[in-house]
């Protein structure tokens, strides 16, 4: 079904500006009001509608709150073990190069538990592209500290605020993984607000080509919000990814090879 | 075809992409290790998927994804690797995809030893994984028969698309013996229609092993159930010997099975009645054929390469109709033909006794 037509609503005359991308189903999302998942999806959808690659797409899901996210992109998917994606997507890829292999994973799943996993698919420059949806806090299990939860950060699992005595530092995953020779394209962006929205839609944009083009591994971070486990409402929790993310885990191109410069 | 003189390992390595392997995926571990060598080469060469995974829990995902592009995909380990691919496998298995797994059982538990060992028997045929699921576990106890059972092992899994494990002890992978491999299949073989391969001109497909109401997942494992009610109806594999009079039957898989096939020959010369069974799948566990003999047997006696884990299966399978005795060795100790043929004497001799009784 073409979506386009499904959102003209039958106003005569009137030309569709803004609808739904083809790449995203009609599913509601069960994610939290003020969840940035939601725009995550959107994102990742309209690239790919953009690109004309829903078809030749193969999504990864992750285990966390975007469990589901194979049943709001309209594409083949598989669902792996948590922090496993990256590896499920090799055997894809690697099976079937000429399709488009991504995956979509939370901070937990890939910073933590699959730290391994992503860090070795950078490494081997696998051609997949990775959407890395950062928010600082286990969302799925209910707001447990992560790998990537700040310093002082309350958690279910930090009640008094992370101490990095304790449980040491947060890990910058795009910083580590653009250290490494196999990765094209590594890049943070932020969905706090329009402008970075926007940056982060061409970011995504960016990755998919670079793999399409063949040029190795790419990934973007997205800094995103989990309202419901940080505790506070979905508009203060844009301020707080601005105010409390963006300094420890600043924007910007961390790895863009003269290949994808090229692009 | 002629026979050649095969290792094990490589025989295996081998006759799996004789029979359409398209995607290996695999970890560095004695005594398995050749298996991986040698498809880094072929593999290779044939222009097919061949890559060494940074750990057992990478192999194992990256064959549950290239399984989800419909390819005839494989890994291999040795204990310690099986255990990391747990996760894995009962992904695969709550997925319904077919797989093959070769793990060549060394000396446990922990990092134990290199040398041969049947002590994974529980964990291939009962805890391959978490949840409600059992592999297909195929036990060799010759270079032939690795050869044989790993071209099965394909076939099955893609008939019941089910999960395949080839259960042999490290002798089996490393010893060599003349055997005969089976002719190139052509590899031309369309993606099945669960395969993941974009959705153009068709609607999306999505292989997920989660179920989140309850009666769906139970739905789900009624499933595997009944698919395994049919793998144990149609799938019992074993080799006998001399069972026809035999008053004790000795069962024995692998190497153990073999070994004992040497001590029951002995016992035979000896004038014993002596049968050998040798379940060549642990499971479906050849429970019919054991049962059927069970009306006939005096005595069993279980001989194995580990505590005697395959007893309480053949303790079921008996069903209480002869008294079960067993031998074993364990952590990576091989039992010797006398070794068996005393514990074969001595069970004999029980037997004897009850009828003197009589
Ligand atoms: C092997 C395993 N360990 C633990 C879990 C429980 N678990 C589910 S989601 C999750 C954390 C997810 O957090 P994150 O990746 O940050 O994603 P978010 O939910 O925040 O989007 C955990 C620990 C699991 N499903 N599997
Ligand atoms: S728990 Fe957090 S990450 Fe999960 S849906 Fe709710 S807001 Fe989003």
Known sequence: ?263 | MTKELLKGNVAIAEAALRAGLEAYFGYPITPQTELLEHLSKRMVELGRVFLQAESEVAAINMVYGAACSGVRTMTSSSSPGFSLMQEGLSYIAGSDLPCVVVDVMRGGPGLGNIMPSQGDYFQVTRSAGHGDFRPIVLAPASVQEAIDFTVLAFDLADKYRHLVVIAADGLIGQMMEPAELPEMRPSSRSAPDYALTGAKGRPPRAITSLHMAAEEEEAFNIKIQQRLGVIRSLEQRWFEYKVDDALLLVIGYGTAGRIAYTAVESARSKGLKVGLLRPQTLYPFPEDRISELADQIEGVLVVEMNAGQMVEDVRLAVGGQAPISFYGRMGGVVPMPDEVLSNIEAAYERISARYLVE
């Open chain 1, 1 to 263: 079904m073409d979506s386009k037509d499904s959102l003209v609503c039958g106003i005569e005359g009137m030309e569709l500006v803004y609808g739904r991308p083809q790449s995203l189903t009609e599913m509601h999302t069960h994610y939290c009001p003020g969840c940035t998942h939601g725009i995550a999806h959107r994102l990742v959808a309209e690239a790919l509608d953009e690109l004309g690659l829903r078809e030749q797409t193969i999504l990864v899901a992750p285990v966390g709150c975007s469990v589901f996210i194979y049943e709001y992109i309209n594409a083949d998917s598989c669902e792996a073990p948590h922090g496993r994606a990256p590896a499920m997507a090799t055997g894809i890829k690697r099976t079937q190069p000429n399709k488009t292999v991504i995956t979509y994973q939370g901070d937990g799943d890939l910073v933590s538990i699959g730290a391994s996993e992503i860090f070795h698919a950078a490494a081997r420059g696998e051609h997949i592209t990775v959407f890395f949806v950062n928010n600082a806090i286990y969302g799925m299990t209910g707001g447990q500290m992560a790998p990537t939860s700040l310093p002082g950060q309350h958690t279910s699992s930090s009640l008094d605020g992370r101490s990095t005595e304790r449980t040491g530092f947060p890990i910058r995953m795009s910083e580590v993984l653009a250290q490494l020779d196999g990765s094209a394209y590594i890049v943070r962006r932020s969905l706090h607000d329009v402008t970075n929205i926007r940056k982060a839609k061409k970011s995504i944009l960016t990755a998919l080509k670079v793999q399409q083009a063949g040029l190795g591994f790419s990934m973007v971070e997205l800094l995103s919000t989990c309202p419901t486990n940080w505790g506070i409402s979905p508009e203060q929790a844009l301020t707080w990814v601005k105010d409390n993310m963006l300094p420890f885990y600043p924007v910007g191109d961390y790895k863009v090879t003269e290949a994808v410069k090229g692009l």
